[in-house]
């Protein structure tokens, strides 16, 4: 099952950056449409599904370099996608995706334990 989120997250971040990449070509004004935020929807889901796999584990919370990485990409396309809705900063999604893309790709493929106790280290927290 995550496999196909993974990929779904992969496929739809990589979608949506290059049709972006064919709206800024072709100079195409309102360029923003509902499948470019469709995609951006489902990718952020997916994105958030998996971090909340990796990172939250029975109780212990699996602080990593790159699940944090992943997370911080996460905020700024989730903060892009609801700033689009106001302004039309959509061409931004051609630069953050892309690091969207390696931020999923690198916490999948390396995998590491840096757990830390919910129970023991509450003030941490």
Sequence with gaps: MNSVIFALSLI??????LWQCWALAKRKEGACHIGFFALSVVAIAAHGYLL?????IGGQQNLTVLNLLSMV??????LLLATNLRRAVASLS???YPLAVISVLLAGIFP???LLSMR????EL
Excluded at 73 to 78: A, E, G, P
């Design 12 to 17: 739809a971040y990589a979608i949506a950056a």
């Design 52 to 56: 909340f796999q990796w990172i939250d």
């Design 73 to 78: 990409v996460w905020v700024v396309c989730l």
């Design 94 to 96: 051609v630069f953050v």
């Design 112 to 114: 590491s334990d840096n």
């Design 120 to 123: 023991h280290h509450q003030a």
